[in-house]
């Protein structure tokens, strides 16, 4: 199936397995390379994968025990069986932490596997199916998540194999085909149940747009449905009994983090929906120039390479509308970009794990741009166009290496932040997103934050004691900021009278602008202004010990005026 006509140089036919095969292993082995190179399987974005290793770990070593959750329904299951391969292979045997990279770095290759054979079947060209999957591979969030241990790859894989298989069968549906994009597409948000809303209405879109038939529109679109529901519903039935066990429309909507402080829509959030979405193709690790101001390489160089994808690939759709191939490519990845731009600007549009799956329309644009060039320039046109893949990839690598090495950099931190300050005796003051909280998390044992069920000093169990700056702001967005601020004052006090050591890390010399910039869309800038103040005001700082990794540590004590 060719969408604009044969290409000018004759694409062998055939050859098929060899390719799967080598994007596979390929994919896999440059990826363990990378993960082994990066000694960092936090990443250095968020500290996810610690908590979601915690919480995979009973599914390792006791499955029959372990909880379900709703909004991961199958990802724990899954994950837990293939780490216990992994024990058996030797691999990270015992640290399911580290082992969730290696599974994420063969979901990915799986993931250009469906990608090659989404544009094989496009566009009948070899060549050009192979540099797609190149090029996906060469983006950075999809090559950032599949070599950390966040948990959206397996899920993305499913569900980019879904809008694949849509993209080509949805031109010509049938009940079979229907159902199998179907239930493809719900395995995917069994694993991660968020990627069912950027990607729902654009099926239903394509097998909408695709069929003539006003009758087989409904019919398509319930059949569809159903099948949605008979999975929720096989998955419950499978489950019943479990901890943590739900029914089917428990499944369909878990409501996670609707409620969440994340949630909402604010003005801010349009800039960190363009920083999202600049930063899927490229990484912005080493590309800022600092002192000029207004201007960064990374931001605008890859905003121009989306809008040239995009002025290449939206006319050659537009001209072959006429033709239900295109209609089905584009209503798959166009109204999953569409619809998961708005989703996102109500979450947390700068994170990878949101932008993966709606920024996936680049990889088929990329795909026309490469059928396209080769149409009019030839085979010197897809060389040129391969090496600039090349040079994403080895960029997007290179702005890894800021990152690189801080497993082993922050096991050290801990282990000196251990020696300077006796956990038995202190509580610390983090930022909630601190990295001293994660990874004290992971050396320590994780603790919920907060003092209340604290007893007097020393005591050592939990280990690692600790007041999140935003932790109430997190948990009760509802509170006034006199509130927060008051609860804050009221832990620290309670943690001085109790006889602790209290250690503030890294807040006390933080300006406003970079303490906005660490919270994120947490708390509004008036909020943070007054948490800040309060420290200063109602306490005296004086520097205990500054870690090279883990930053300033500030000895904190009731100011006189108190």
Known sequence: MVLTGASTRSSPQGGHAADLALLAVGGSALLIALILWFDNAQGGLTGNGVFKSLELKPWVVDPASAP??????????????????????????????????????????????????????????????????????????????????????????????????????????TALRV????????????????????????????????????????????????????????????????????GPLDLLWTGKAVNSVWAGFTWPKVGYLWDGMVAYLLGAGVAAIPGIPGWDIWRYTATVWILAIAAVAIPMLWRARHDSRAVALAAVFGVTFAAGSVFNLYSQPQDPQMQINVMAWLTPGWMLVLLAAEKRWGGRALAALAALTVTLIAYNVWSLAPLRGL????????????????????????????????????????????????????????????????????????????????????????????????????????????????????????????????????????????????????????????
């Open 68 to 173: 379900l959750y709703p909004a991961n329904y199958l990802f724990y299951p899954v994950y837990g069986a293939l780490c216990r391969v992994l024990d058996l292979m030797g691999v990270f045997a015992g640290d399911p932490r580290r082992q969730i990279t290696i599974l994420n770095a063969v979901s990915c290759s799986l993931c250009l596997c469906a990608v090659y054979l989404m544009a094989r079947a496009v566009t009948g060209d070899r060549l050009v199916a192979l540099l797609t999957a190149l090029f996906h591979i060469a983006s950075s969030f999809v090559m950032f998540l599949a070599i950390v241990n966040e948990d959206i790859l397996p899920s993305y894989t499913l569900m980019f194999a879904a809008m694949a298989l849509g993209a080509v069968w949805f031109a010509r549906p």
């Open 179 to 246: 159902v199998a994009v179907a239930t493809l597409f719900s395995l995917a948000w069994l694993f991660e149940w968020r990627l069912m809303f950027p990607t729902l209405p654009a099926m239903l879109a394509a097998l909408w747009f695709c069929e003539r038939r006003p009758a087989m529109r409904f019919a398509w679109t319930g059949l569809f449905l159903a099948t949605m529901l008979a999975m929720a519903c096989v998955a419950a039935v499978v489950t019943l009994g479990h901890k943590g066990a739900v």
């Open 407 to 562: 497993d082993g950099k922050w096991q050290q931190a801990i282990e000196r932040l251990e020696k300077q300050a006796n956990p038995a005796r202190t509580v610390f003051v983090l930022h909630d997103f601190d990295w001293a909280m994660i990874y004290a998390s992971l050396h320590w044992g994780t603790a919920e934050p907060g003092v209340d069920t604290l007893g007097p000093a020393p005591q050592t169990v939990p280990k690692f004691k600790w007041i999140g700056f935003t932790g109430q702001v997190l948990r009760h967005p509802e509170w006034s900021t006199e509130a927060h601020v008051a609860d804050l004052r009221r832990q620290i006090d309670r943690a001085l009278e109790l006889g602790y050591e209290v250690l503030l890390a890294r807040l006390w010399p933080m300006e406003q602008k970079q303490l906005e910039t660490e919270t994120g869309m947490v708390a509004d800038s008036a909020r943070l202004a007054a948490l800040h103040r309060m420290l200063r005001t109602d306490y005296i700082a004086t520097l205990a010990f500054d870690d090279p990794v883990a930053g300033p540590f500030h000895r904190l004590r009731r100011a006189p005026n108190r």
